[in-house]
């Protein structure tokens, strides 16, 4: 059978307001809004992250596309020009001239075709330039809003640590007055149930939470010794018992 002074019983109500407070306070830590807004904001990142691999991709591939499309270019410029230029010099027989002159003409269709090849390679490169641009814009401002977003759930996760700081010395400081053995106990409850260890009990009236007694263990409860450490029947709750209001 657990004893402890009555004084020691009553000041684990004490504690367990300030253990209620502080479990808030730890919820309220977890659960504020604005961590929701980081987490949306993250998610939108990494897609936004993956999106510029992509795009980042396609430029590369695309960029290469054009390299080659304006050496197929230069290429059939610099032959035409050589042609051109022996037909220029005269050093050339008629029959010579002939077939320099239908090669150029086939060369000028083929420079033409591949043009129009470059040119839609080089549109396509603007595009997807253009849509990387705006990937990374969108990158840039959405950072923005997660660096505002994290500074202030950092101000809001001061407030409330300096808080938690200060239950946690008032608890200390409660604690070192309390039965070592009852505190045990308390503690023990307290992580059973999930939190709630000490219930005052006015009477046949329980304050922070409703229980219900037998009238067998509330009178078990009523004519135990006032050191006895009463625990309620079905949750094990430490009854602490007051004068009645």
Not at 42 to 57: H, I, K, M, P, W
């Amino acid at each position: 059978m657990t004893t402890a002074p009555v004084a020691d019983q009553r000041r684990l109500l004490d504690i367990q307001v300030l253990d209620t407070r502080a479990a808030k306070l730890g919820h309220q830590r977890r659960s504020l809004p604005v961590l929701g807004s980081i987490a949306e904001l993250e998610g939108r990142l990494e897609d936004l992250s993956r999106a510029q691999v992509e795009e980042r991709t396609v430029v590369a591939d695309t960029r290469r596309e054009v390299a080659k499309a304006e050496a197929d270019v230069e290429q059939v410029r610099q032959r035409a020009a050589r042609h051109q230029a022996r037909l220029d010099s005269g050093a050339v027989s008629a029959k010579e001239a002939q077939a320099l002159q239908g090669e150029l003409e086939q060369l000028a269709r083929r420079q033409g075709a591949l043009e129009e090849v470059e040119l839609e390679v080089m549109e396509r490169l603007e595009q997807a330039e253009a849509r990387l641009a705006e990937l990374e814009t969108q990158e840039a401002a959405i950072a923005a809003d997660v660096a505002r977003h994290t500074k202030a759930r950092d101000a809001e996760w001061a407030t409330i640590d300096r808080q938690l700081e200060t239950i946690t010395a008032e608890r200390a400081a409660l604690a070192g007055r309390i039965d070592a053995g009852l505190l045990a106990l308390y503690d023990r409850v307290r992580e059973r149930t999930g939190g709630l260890a000490a219930v005052a009990l006015y009477g046949s009236r329980t304050e922070g939470t409703q229980l219900d007694f037998s009238l067998t263990e509330l009178d078990a409860i009523h004519s135990a010794p006032p050191e006895q450490v009463v625990q309620h029947e079905d949750y094990g709750y430490i009854i602490v018992r007051m004068e009645p209001k």
